[in-house]
Each structure stands twice: as C-alpha cells, then as structure tokens.
C-alpha cells in the first residue's frame, strides 16, 4: 500500500473515532498531499461532506491546471455526487482503495477520461465492513438506500 492510501485511511480512522463514517479522501498534486478529509455528515449534521468532497474544500481554490495533475485518493469507491466533483474540477485519476461494500460510477468516470484505479485493500474493506455491520441504520442513511 502506499503512503497516499494510508493517508486515507488514517483519514477514515479518524472519522471513524469522531463517530461518523469510516471513508477518507487525500488529494495529491505533484507528490503532496494537498487536501485531507473524511466524512463528516454524521459530526457536522451535513448533506454533502463526504470524505472526498470535505478534501476538496480543505484543499482550498486551486488553479484548473493543478486539479488537472491531481490524484484523488478514496478508501471507498466515490458516489456519484463525489464522482460529479471529480469531473467538474478535471481531476484526471482516482485511486479507490475499495468498491465491494459500495461500487460509485467508476465506469462512468472512465468512460469521461477519468484513469480509475481499484486497489481492493483489506483494511478499507475491513473498515468498511466492520461499520456496516456495526451500524447499519446510519450506513443506509449515509448511501440513501432503505
């Protein structure tokens, strides 16, 4: 694994220990992590704070021509409100650390010249897995399905 998706994943950790949802986002620009974040609907009682979308707005305004050397790193397959972020802002890859427990529209951003690369890592399945079996009403309520 490395160091970017650990990133992430600390990121989940983190998220997971303020008692929301385990996902985590960094964004990487020439080797740096520019923006870190997790989801925070849970924490903050909000609609769109999805790890990838609290990154982004860490991150800051950036120039179209960063985002467009940008790599957005996701423990979790990105949903499709992340993945309309993603190409809004010219983001040209994503790294998923896992999309079994929930699969975004990878295909979709490929298909828009987005390079998607799945890792399937343990710990993010694990994560993952853990809090759904642990809290599936907050899960459901967070993916929008009943």
Known sequence: ??????AAIEEA???LAEGGIPIGSVLVIDGK?????HNRRVQQGSAILHAEMDCLE???????ADYGRATLYSTLSPCDMCSGAVLLYGITR???????TFCGPEA???????AVEVVDDAECRRLM??????????WH???GQP
């Open 13 to 15: 950790r983190q998220g």
């Open 33 to 37: 992590i520019v923006g870190r974040g």
């Open 108 to 114: 979709y951003l490929r298909s828009r010249g987005v």
């Open 94 to 100: 994503v790294v998923v650390g896992e999309n079994r």
């Open 141 to 143: 309520e967070d993916i």
């Open 58 to 64: 860490q991150a800051g305004r950036l120039l179209a």
């Open 129 to 138: 897995e853990t809090f759904i079996r642990n809290s599936p009403a907050l």
């Open 1 to 6: 694994m490395d160091d970017f998706l650990r």
